[in-house]
């Protein structure tokens, strides 16, 4: 699905060049959840839009589906750590905006904008405006946002990273619901995280990454059984890889 | 909630009974003369002498505060978009723009009525001029600070610069449009009055002129009060209609 060559980025600041990320190669299979994990600054953020051609990489390729990424690709859903909505819109209106921006008519995608934001506990909430809403609530909206066209792909950055741990912990489970687990039409996640417990326990395949500029430290697969719960988050499995991965990333 | 919204004016109310009351009391027990200062109730009479042509003066003035007031927002408007929209034209204008701010309004409103003669129009153009910049600013300030993810959402879903200024820029400039023309409808009463002041025939700036060559000083603070109550309303109609199409933005 995702495919990272060598990838790089230099970008010039006042002082001079900076060299964000220094030859990334990463796979990122389909239907897979990799989590991105580093110290802040590493340029995980920086991947994420360069996978979503956002940004262009200044060495390397990226493909995504086997096509070389070179300008933005469609049919991703991001989210990141605002919700970015737009105050003056309705919940589902907001969530509509997706459609809206590709050019299709909103109007087709209502009924699924309602049935994601029941799916995801905001039935009900669809006529209030994102003020209304806790900061958790809105995130939800985000990602029923994200969700709208379906798109294989979601490209996530640090999505709860500004909410509250109990929040955190049960959109974590939320989104592997939405996700799919389970099912044989899950998404291909890649997830930017700081929080090592919540990597391990959504993802795949940990990937740690070392301070700027960013390379791959070290890749974790991880084995716990799906689908996780919240007993996944208690084990003594999910501890000992936590703390592997700690152990890396504060050698780096 | 009515009744909390309410006593929230009470404090002003009150302090403005008070002046009231020692502005009618104090100056004859000081043994001021009245074409010095008037007490409030000798304003009110002359306010509500219908011998002197009010309705005309307040036309006329009106127009001049409205005709300016729609001018400056329609002109402020269009300059901040073509500011917002294009850098090339920004580097142009904002110079200019800057330059014609710092000229001194007052003193170009002899100008005005040299090429124009007087009348409404001139007066209206002064008070446009004195009014238009606030809006230039806020509306190019209001276009722009859009959130960077935002526009990545844009950019994701592919959608035309057109529909992303439609639909996300514009909405968001509105709070600041409505708040820099609560200025502009300030502005746009001094403007009138300076240019009525200049030179004019009618108009509640002329009353005052002839009320100060007559010593008719309770028309002149009659004439003030007709001011204020037409400065009153635009900006309460302002206020209002923030409240309406921004209503997402918080009030100040």
Redo the contacts between chains.
């Keep these: 699905m995702i495919v990272l060559e060598g990838v790089g980025m230099t970008y010039r600041a006042e002082s001079g060049p900076v060299e964000a990320l220094r030859d990334i190669t990463l796979e990122v299979g389909r239907g897979e959840l990799v989590a991105l994990v580093g110290p802040s600054g590493c340029g995980k953020s920086t991947l994420l839009r360069i996978i979503a051609g956002l940004r262009p990489a200044t060495a390397g390729r990226v493909l995504v589906d086997r096509r070389p990424v070179t300008r933005p690709i469609a049919a991703v859903g991001m989210v990141f750590q605002a919700p970015v909505l737009l105050k003056w819109r309705a919940i589902v209106e907001n969530v509509l905006l997706a459609a809206e921006l590709s050019g299709l008519d909103p109007a087709a995608y209502r009924a699924r904008a309602e049935e994601l934001l029941a799916l995801v506990g905001l039935g009900g909430f669809d006529d209030k405006l994102p003020r209304e809403l806790s900061g958790g609530m809105q995130q939800r909206a985000a990602l029923c946002r994200a969700l709208l066209l379906d798109p294989p792909l979601l490209l996530m950055d640090e999505p709860f990273g500004a909410l509250d741990a109990m929040t955190r912990d049960e959109l974590g489970l939320e989104l592997l619901r939405v996700w799919g687990e389970g099912s044989r039409t899950r998404k291909t996640v890649v997830f930017v995280t700081h929080s090592i417990p919540e990597a391990v326990f959504l993802a795949d395949r940990v990937v740690v990454m070392t301070p700027r500029p960013g390379r791959v430290a070290e890749t974790f697969p991880v084995g716990l059984p799906r689908p996780r719960t919240v007993e996944t988050r208690a084990s003594a499995e999910l501890g000992a890889l936590v703390l592997r991965v700690h152990e890396t990333l504060s050698r780096t | 909630m009515k009744a909390r919204s309410l006593r929230r004016y009470v404090p002003s109310l009150v302090l403005f009974g008070v002046l009231l009351l020692l502005w009618q009391v104090l100056p004859p027990l000081l043994h001021v003369r009245e074409y010095l200062l008037p007490g409030p109730a000798a304003v009110v009479r002359a306010a509500l002498d219908f011998s002197i042509p009010w309705h005309t003066h307040v036309w006329i003035t009106t127009l001049e505060i409205l005709g300016g007031f729609v001018l400056a927002g329609a002109a402020g408007v269009l300059l901040g978009v073509a500011i917002a929209w294009s850098a090339p034209l920004a580097a142009a204008l904002v110079p200019f723009l800057v330059f014609v701010n710092t000229l001194p309004k007052v003193a170009v409103a002899p100008l005005f009525l040299l090429w124009l003669g007087y009348g409404v129009i001139p007066n209206a153009l002064i008070a446009a001029l004195i009014g238009f910049f606030p809006v230039v600013i806020n509306t190019a300030v209001g276009l722009t600070q859009v959130?960077e993810?935002?526009l990545?959402?844009?950019?994701?879903?592919?959608?035309p610069t057109w529909?992303?200024f439609l639909?996300?820029r514009l909405?968001n400039a509105?709070p600041y449009v409505f708040s820099a023309l609560k200025v502009t409808a300030t502005a746009a009463v001094v403007g009138a009055i300076v240019g009525e002041f200049v030179a004019s025939q009618a108009g509640l700036g002329t009353v005052i002129v002839n009320a100060q060559t007559n010593l008719n000083t309770p028309v002149a603070f009659a004439s003030l009060l007709w001011i204020s109550v037409i400065g009153l309303v635009l900006y309460g109609l302002v206020g209002l209609a923030a409240r309406w199409w921004?209503?997402?933005?918080d009030a100040t």
């Design positions: 959130d993810e935002l990545d959402l844009g950019r994701v879903f592919g959608a529909k992303v639909k996300i909405p509105l921004a209503p997402w933005a």
